[in-house]
């Protein structure tokens, strides 16, 4: 009976499983029938709407699908233009000290990079051929001295004769002055800093031989600082003295205004350029040879209409952008001004209270439906 019974079972579970193989490969041929009978119908909508849209492209405009978009207004305020170009840090106190007597270097204490003060000690000039004519001026002068107040007492008591004083006059004066200028050659054995500033190079050695006017050490000063740059010669005329500048000094992280105080009158026929000069108020971490940017202002305008870049199109007509009316992205032609860095000016077209597409301005076109991103 066990027996029969189980295989009932397995009977009816064949019967069921069969029948549930045929009900799938029955809805499988149905989907199958639909997807035909979509895929022929989405080819006869596609054909049909073309030849429609052809006719009336009002038609076309409703059936496009919405693009998606961000919008933006443009700025309206104060628009400046500025000229940017590189310009070094230069020390009008950048002098070459020379020696001005002759002998050997006996001592160097100028090291390069050292900050000194106006009248420290950098190196001295062996003296003692000078401190031996010294000496011997001394002497002779002792005697000279003697022998005009000897001369003079008897001029005054009427003793002698007036050239004989005068003789003994001119040659102490004489020594005397000989011995002045000794004593000048001796303080010039001493090299000294002429103001506060700083050694840039030593160009002598212990116990080199030098000469008057043999260069010894380069000194830049610490003040009277200016930058110098080459401007282009399009800018002729545009940048003139007293203009307002920027100066960056990107290492340091800081920047000031100040004014040019000089430009120069004559192009490099070399890289078509002159020069301009920009004062440089005291800064401390600011030194000689330093690369900073100058931003000169050359244009300004108040209440202008200004929009970024990249929102600027344009086609054989002009330059446009796309302004949102209506659910729609209308394009927009306008005359552009100047351009500082990011930002452009807009003449005509725009007067700041428009809406502008800003993400997706390249999948709009003109007339298209668009959807604000909220």
């Known amino acids: 009976m066990k027996r029969y019974t189980t295989l009932l079972l397995i009977g009816l579970m064949v019967v069921s499983f069969a029948c549930q193989?045929?009900?799938?490969?029955?809805?499988?041929?149905?989907?199958?029938?639909?997807?035909?009978?979509?895929s022929e119908l989405r080819v006869k909508i596609e054909e049909l709407s073309k030849e429609i849209a052809i006719q009336d492209p009002e038609f076309a405009r409703e059936q496009r699908k919405a693009v998606l978009i961000t919008t933006t207004k443009p700025d309206v305020g104060n628009f400046a233009h500025y000229v940017e170009?590189?310009?070094?840090?230069?020390?009008?106190?950048?002098?070459?000290?020379?020696?001005?007597v002759t002998g050997r270097i006996q001592e160097v204490k100028a090291v390069e990079g050292m900050r000194v003060k106006r009248g420290q000690e950098l190196a001295i000039v062996d003296a003692e051929s000078i401190q031996r004519n010294m000496d011997e001026i001394k002497s002779q002068l002792d005697l000279a001295n003697t022998v005009f107040e000897k001369q003079q007492r008897l001029w005054e008591q009427e003793i002698g004769t007036e050239?004989?004083?005068?003789?003994?006059?001119?040659?102490?004066?004489?020594?005397?002055?000989?011995?002045a200028s000794m004593e000048t050659q001796l303080d010039?054995?001493?090299?000294?800093?002429?103001f506060d500033g700083t050694v840039e190079e030593v160009m002598i050695r212990l116990g080199e031989l030098v000469q008057p006017g043999s260069p010894m050490v380069?000194?830049?000063?610490?003040?009277d600082?200016?930058?110098?740059?080459?401007?282009?010669?399009?800018?002729?005329?545009?940048?003139?003295?007293?203009?307002?500048?920027?100066?960056v000094f990107p290492s340091l992280n800081e920047r000031f205004k100040t004014k040019v105080t000089a430009v120069g009158a004559v192009i490099n026929p070399n890289n078509r350029t002159f020069k301009v000069e920009v004062f440089l108020p005291r800064v401390d971490k600011v030194k000689p040879n330093m690369i900073s940017t100058l931003r000169i202002k050359d244009y300004e305008q108040e209440d202008a209409v200004m929009v970024s870049n990249n929102l600027i199109l344009?086609?054989?007509?002009?330059?446009?952008?796309?302004?949102?009316?209506?659910?729609?992205?209308?394009?927009?032609?306008?005359?552009?001004?100047?351009?500082?860095?990011?930002?452009?000016?807009?003449?005509?077209?725009?007067d700041g209270t428009e809406v502008l597409?800003?993400?997706?301005?390249?999948?709009?076109?003109?007339?298209?439906?668009?959807?604000?991103?909220?």
């Open 188 to 194: 010039r054995t001493v090299i000294r800093a002429p």
């Open 225 to 247: 600082l200016y930058v110098e740059a080459d401007v282009s010669e399009r800018y002729v005329g545009v940048v003139s003295q007293g203009d307002s500048v920027e100066v």
């Open 85 to 100: 170009v590189t310009g070094s840090v230069l020390s009008k106190k950048n002098v070459n000290i020379s020696a001005e």
């Open 314 to 350: 344009q086609d054989n007509q002009g330059d446009y952008v796309f302004v949102v009316e209506n659910e729609n992205s209308v394009k927009r032609y306008v005359k552009r001004g100047m351009t500082q860095r990011d930002n452009t000016e807009i003449l005509e077209g725009l």
């Open 163 to 179: 050239i004989q004083y005068l003789e003994a006059k001119n040659r102490k004066e004489n020594l005397e002055k000989n011995l």
């Open 21 to 38: 193989n045929d009900e799938l490969a029955e809805k499988k041929n149905q989907l199958d029938k639909y997807q035909k009978e979509y």
């Open 218 to 223: 380069n000194f830049v000063g610490e003040s």
């Open 357 to 374: 597409v800003d993400r997706g301005f390249r999948e709009v076109g003109n007339n298209f439906r668009v959807k604000i991103a909220e």
